[in-house]
């Protein structure tokens, strides 16, 4: 009987799945948007997707496998909104970008019943970057990923070169945006642990004040040298937290790391997966609010969160995305180049601030437009211009200088100019790529 029906089905497989293409899982057919295909490989999914078709016709209570993924989740928004999409039984998906709002998509492989993610969907470029972040106002024709290879981070060979879904006029700046995005694949935590955000902290020592007085900063010997830490935060309004103060919620990375908690470099303290490090502050003014040790490396894997005296794990997170430098100690985000204007009739006051911004595109560093900032940084502030913000070391502000875009002059109100300080005082240009918040401390 099982061989009857099995034969009977094979006779009219090609025409169910031929229909299956039609729509996919959450799809609507009266949506518009341009689609984004492709065919899972790995994990089964090859040698068997006719056996996982029949199984899933002939019952419903289909038990998918949990170690194959079954869902395309696409995060967007600013990673506060998700999506699922269908994996059909052949491995196939179609996601229609006319059920998305915005623009800003990273797109996971993942099985939604154990939250297991096999990757992202990425495109290579010419320098060896992926290109993690799909902007799909900048897309002109559907995009095709053809076969993720999901035992092997969901790797397609289709790229930036040989794909003709976006238009040659934006291929440059998405060769540039492939180089900064890695930060965005972080939006996998909301994903992973919905109840919390996970975010980063990166700061970084710039030149002197006074050094850069009617000059450019130095942004050919940006490096390694430059960065201050790299420091894990969490976010919940789960009311459990309400009583769980700085002293008891730790953090354990998934092989060792350094880390130290103060910003003087001196990352003499280790931690590991039985070692956490150590929370510093917390806020609850709005949810509960922990800021972490500084660490100097994000290693791969599942950062684990508990609380003391329990074995219970109460999220996970990846945060190895957030390393800011590439293998050859370049940095692989925007970096700022800025020129203090000074009055020409005292030398003490500040007319205007100079702002340019630089990526290292494997060679040298290159100045980037408004459009390519515009693409993936989001300034971290609640005004509606740019600011360069001058303050003393307590954060209380002296002036803010305002510039229309990214790049360009900052000025203040009216064309005014402000005395700077001999002492206690910084410029601190900052912006966020996803879940990473870039700090450049110019003093």
Not at 27 to 37: A, E, P, V
Request: glycine share 6%; aromatic share 12%.
């Amino acid at each position: 009987m099982k061989k009857l029906i099995k034969i009977n089905l094979s006779l009219v497989v090609a025409s169910i799945i031929s229909l299956s293409f039609l729509g996919c899982g959450s799809n609507d057919s009266s949506s518009s948007g341009k689609k984004i295909t492709g065919y899972v490989t790995g994990n089964g999914y090859a040698s068997n997707s006719i056996d996982r078709f029949l199984d899933k016709i002939i019952t419903k209570a289909y038990a998918l496998d949990v170690d194959s993924p079954n869902k395309i989740v696409v995060m967007y928004n600013k990673g506060r909104e998700q999506k699922e999409f269908d994996i059909n039984p052949d491995g196939s998906f179609e996601i229609d970008t006319g059920l998305l709002s915005k623009n800003d998509l990273v797109i996971l492989v993942v099985n939604s019943f154990t939250k297991k993610i096999f990757g992202h969907l990425n495109l290579g470029t010419s320098s060896d970057a992926k290109l993690d972040f799909i902007d799909k106002s900048k897309l002109v024709d559907d995009l095709s990923f053809g076969n993720i290879d999901t035992e092997n981070n969901c790797t397609s060979d289709v790229t930036l070169s040989n794909t003709t879904s976006f238009s040659s006029e934006d291929l440059e700046t998405m060769e540039e945006i492939a180089i900064s995005d890695n930060a965005l694949v972080l939006y996998q935590n909301k994903y992973k642990s919905p109840d919390y955000d996970a975010e980063v902290q990166v700061l970084y020592n710039m030149d002197s004040l006074d050094s850069i007085k009617d000059t450019w900063s130095n942004i050919d010997d940006f490096n390694t040298s430059n960065l201050i830490g790299l420091r894990p935060t969490i976010d919940t309004d789960l009311a459990s937290f309400n009583d769980i103060d700085e002293n008891s919620i730790f953090l354990y990375p998934p092989s060792d790391v350094n880390f130290t908690t103060q910003r003087d470099g001196n990352f003499n303290q280790t931690a590991d997966s039985s070692t956490p490090i150590l929370a510093t502050y917390k806020n609850s003014d709005d949810g509960n609010f922990y800021e972490f040790s500084f660490v100097n490396s994000f290693p791969q894997g599942d950062w684990i969160l508990k609380i003391q005296g329990s074995d219970d794990i109460k999220a996970t997170f990846i945060f190895s995305a957030a390393y800011p430098y590439d293998d050859n100690g370049k940095s692989i985000v925007p970096v700022p180049q800025i020129r203090l204007n000074m009055d020409s009739n005292d030398n003490t006051k500040i007319k205007s601030v100079d702002v340019r911004w630089y990526i290292y595109d494997g060679t040298q560093y290159i100045q980037v437009d408004d459009d390519f900032m515009n693409s993936i940084a989001l300034q971290d502030n609640d005004s509606d211009k740019f600011i360069v913000p001058l303050r003393d070391n307590y954060g209380q502000d002296i002036a803010i200088f305002e510039s229309t875009t990214w790049n360009g002059t900052y000025t203040l109100p009216g064309g005014a100019s402000v005395t700077l300080p001999a002492d206690n005082r910084r410029i601190n240009m900052k912006y966020n790529i996803g879940q990473v918040s870039y700090q450049f401390l110019f003093q």
